[in-house]
């Protein structure tokens, strides 16, 4: 079936340091991607999204390209800041089912 | 910005009582979604709701689970029973159309953590 792993956390980075967050998919059909975050105390909200192979999705300097290829997803900034601290989902929406399949998430702490 | 909003935020229950959770969706969405997230593991999928009934549940929804839009503004998750293993943090959703849909977007709330003991 259908899944999301994304890498452990929690991630800690200093300010202006450069994130990944890997992703990685698991699908049968053609899915869309997406980023969510969490920040503390807060609902899950959408970062970034793409609907198709060689999509790329950016937001706030977050960017992530659907690599068909190796079935990956992989959040990066080039420069994060303390206010980037949060929790990271991957997730894909599989065009067959109308529903979300989640990673399991990764703290990020960015230390000034 | 329009939001999910969930009550309560954290609600503690002891084994076997009956719980609801509510969410009061976005005004003009038309599908309701529940989530839940077991500490340390991956939010699941538990429920998808349109036009007045369930159009799409999980294997962890079971018999002990209901959900209901009481008065068209709430969307509610009932468990009958908890077991100790409902204690999870659980997200509504609601989006205007379905998730496959390549324009929607799907908004949750901030999420109720449900603590059996």
């Known amino acids: 079936g259908d899944s999301v792993t994304q890498m452990e956390g929690p991630v800690t980075l200093s300010e202006e340091a450069f994130l990944t967050i890997n992703c990685t998919y698991t699908?049968?059909?053609?899915?869309?991607l997406f980023w969510y975050v969490q920040y503390p105390g807060e609902g899950l909200q959408l970062l970034l999204k793409?609907?198709?192979?060689?999509d790329k999705g950016s937001n706030k300097g977050f960017e992530a390209t659907y690599r068909k290829e190796t079935t990956s997803f992989h959040l990066e900034k080039g420069s994060v800041q303390v206010s980037d601290s949060a929790v990271y989902f991957c997730a894909l929406s599989d065009r067959a089912f109308n529903k979300f399949y989640f990673g399991s998430g990764t703290k990020l702490n960015v230390k000034p | 910005e329009p939001e999910v909003t969930q009550t309560p935020s954290h609600q503690v229950t002891q084994m076997g009582q009956e719980v609801i959770l509510r969410c009061v969706p976005i005004?003009?969405?038309?599908?309701f979604y529940w989530y839940r997230q077991i500490l340390g593991q991956k939010v699941e999928f538990l429920v998808s709701f349109y036009n007045n009934e369930i159009s799409e549940k999980s294997e962890i929804f079971d018999d002990q689970f209901s959900v209901e839009r009481p008065d068209g503004s709430n969307f509610t998750l009932k468990i009958r029973s908890t077991k100790l293993e409902d204690s999870a943090m659980y997200f509504c959703?609601?989006?205007?159309?379905?998730?496959?849909?390549?324009?929607?977007?799907?908004?949750f709330g901030q999420g109720t953590r449900l603590t059996v003991v």
């Open positions: 793409a609907t198709k192979a060689d």
């Open positions: 005004s003009n969405h038309l599908y």
């Open positions: 959703a609601s989006s205007e159309r379905g998730v496959t849909s390549r324009t929607t977007q799907a908004f």
């Open positions: 699908a049968t059909g053609y899915p869309s």
